[in-house]
């Protein structure tokens, strides 16, 4: 009996891993045909290395790091040779120095130090003369692009610094970062509810059903970032901790927000106004919540559960084509009546961010 018992665990383990090592090859075959399908299909006018696109070519230089793709390397390089490796003008805007996290990861695969000129010049140029005014300088209130004055800039812009900090080993690019990401945080991190406003525009917004305004993209945003800055971010670096703690604030309120389909919504409270998936949010949040699972930092099996069930629910969102749909236009606020034909490159470069992970978790 003990050894019918025995053999019965280990049939039935065999069984499991083979049924998860079935899913994770059709999940491969599907996150290939959707990365090909938007590199088909780039059909916005945005320049190649508009934050728009950088988002993208994130997610797809993440895959190519995992899978070893040649056909997407060849596309990334494409880009930044056509590009010049060099990123759009404004010095001090994050959404234009997005571009350099692709253009690192490259440098570390090929290590053309070309690749990394701009970036490397741009971030020394910022440090040597930083801005200092508040986040709000307009009458009107309009918010400060020239500091990291909206919650999106937390993705774009801190993790090239701890990129390049890596590389280069000056803990000064991390200092630095450290220092501009708290007077983000303190002005748009709501403690109660554990979310970032969008903007100084926002702050205290209220939907017109009576909860307060959080847009998911936004959280989507800083929620992703985070993963990346506790990647790259040295434990022993006295920002480590406080980028930890936000993240693991962040993760209950953002599995609180999870419907029941797997998906979230471009309002976080609120998706009985919102009743769509929204799959940029969606895609970065399946992403933080399985770097999470991968690093053994959420430990427990809910966080496990609810990545994967996320993901389940972005698969559900692409059509014959393999084009990821129900993803909000550019915006900066909750936005209602979305369709499966919605489809933009930085909900794509989400999703990929998110399969890749998803393709490293045990299941």
Same mark, same amino acid.
Request: proline share 5%.
């Given at each position: 009996?003990?050894?019918?018992?025995?053999?019965?665990?280990?049939?039935?383990?065999?069984?499991?891993?083979?049924?998860?090592?079935?899913?994770?090859?059709?999940?491969?075959?599907?996150?290939?045909?959707?990365?090909?399908?938007?590199?088909?299909?780039?059909?916005?006018?945005?320049?190649?290395?508009?934050?728009?696109r950088?988002?993208?070519?994130?997610?797809?230089?993440?895959?190519?790091?995992?899978?070893?793709?040649?056909?997407?390397?060849?596309?990334?390089?494409?880009?930044?040779?056509?590009?010049?490796?060099?990123l759009?003008?404004?010095?001090?805007?994050?959404?234009?120095?997005?571009?350099?996290?692709?253009?690192?990861?490259?440098?570390?695969?090929?290590?053309n130090?070309?690749?990394?000129?701009?970036?490397?010049?741009?971030?020394?140029?910022?440090?040597?003369?930083?801005?200092?005014?508040?986040?709000?300088?307009?009458?009107e209130?309009?918010?400060?692009?020239?500091?990291w004055?909206?919650?999106?800039?937390?993705?774009?812009?801190?993790p090239?610094?701890?990129?390049?900090?890596?590389?280069?080993?000056?803990?000064?690019?991390?200092?630095? #970062?450290?220092?501009?990401?708290?007077?983000?945080?303190?002005?748009?991190y @709501?403690? /109660?509810? +554990? &979310?970032? *406003?969008?903007?100084?525009?926002?702050?205290?917004?209220?939907?017109?059903?009576?909860?307060?305004?959080?847009?998911?993209?936004?959280?989507?945003?800083?929620?992703?970032?985070?993963?990346?800055?506790?990647?790259f971010?040295?434990?022993?670096?006295?920002?480590?901790?406080?980028?930890?703690?936000l993240?693991?604030?962040?993760?209950?309120?953002?599995?609180?927000c999870?419907?029941?389909?797997?998906?979230?919504?471009?309002?976080?409270?609120?998706?009985?106004?919102?009743?769509?998936?929204?799959?940029?949010?969606?895609?970065?949040?399946?992403?933080?919540?399985?770097?999470?699972?991968?690093?053994?930092?959420?430990?427990?099996?809910?966080y496990?559960? #609810?990545?994967?069930?996320?993901?389940?629910a972005?698969?559900?969102?692409? @059509?014959? /084509?393999? +084009? &990821?749909? *129900?993803?909000?236009?550019?915006?900066?606020?909750?936005?209602?009546?979305?369709?499966?034909?919605?489809?933009?490159?930085?909900?794509?470069?989400?999703?990929?961010l998110?399969?890749?992970?998803?393709?490293?978790?045990?299941?």
């Amino acid at each position: 009996m003990k050894r019918i018992c025995i053999f019965l665990i280990i049939s039935i383990s065999t069984l499991n891993s083979f049924a998860s090592n079935k899913s994770k090859k059709l999940d491969k075959a599907l996150i290939d045909k959707v990365a090909n399908w938007q590199i088909t299909h780039l059909t916005d006018t945005f320049p190649n290395n508009h934050w728009t696109r950088a988002a993208l070519y994130r997610g797809m230089v993440e895959w190519a790091e995992y899978t070893g793709s040649k056909p997407i390397y060849n596309f990334l390089l494409q880009v930044g040779e056509g590009c010049s490796w060099d990123l759009l003008p404004r010095v001090y805007d994050a959404d234009d120095l997005c571009m350099s996290q692709t253009y690192i990861k490259l440098y570390e695969k090929y290590r053309n130090p070309k690749m990394i000129e701009k970036p490397v010049h741009r971030v020394y140029s910022v440090m040597a003369n930083p801005m200092t005014m508040g986040l709000n300088v307009a009458p009107e209130g309009k918010y400060n692009r020239d500091r990291w004055g909206w919650c999106d800039a937390l993705f774009m812009a801190p993790p090239v610094y701890a990129q390049l900090a890596k590389i280069k080993n000056e803990p000064v690019l991390l200092d630095y #970062a450290f220092s501009e990401y708290k007077v983000t945080a303190n002005a748009l991190y @709501n403690p /109660d509810e +554990k &979310l970032f *406003y969008r903007d100084l525009r926002w702050v205290g917004m209220v939907e017109p059903s009576g909860k307060k305004l959080f847009w998911g993209r936004g959280n989507g945003w800083v929620y992703a970032g985070l993963a990346l800055m506790l990647e790259f971010v040295p434990k022993d670096h006295v920002s480590y901790n406080y980028y930890l703690n936000l993240y693991q604030q962040m993760t209950e309120s953002i599995l609180a927000c999870q419907d029941k389909n797997g998906s979230w919504h471009t309002s976080m409270l609120d998706a009985e106004s919102y009743p769509e998936p929204e799959n940029s949010a969606s895609g970065f949040f399946v992403y933080g919540m399985a770097w999470g699972v991968n690093q053994s930092i959420l430990k427990e099996e809910k966080y496990k559960a #609810a990545a994967t069930k996320g993901w389940e629910a972005l698969k559900n969102c692409i @059509n014959a /084509d393999c +084009k &990821l749909g *129900y993803i909000q236009p550019i915006g900066h606020a909750p936005f209602k009546n979305l369709t499966a034909e919605m489809s933009s490159t930085y909900g794509v470069g989400a999703f990929l961010l998110a399969g890749t992970e998803m393709c490293r978790m045990k299941r």
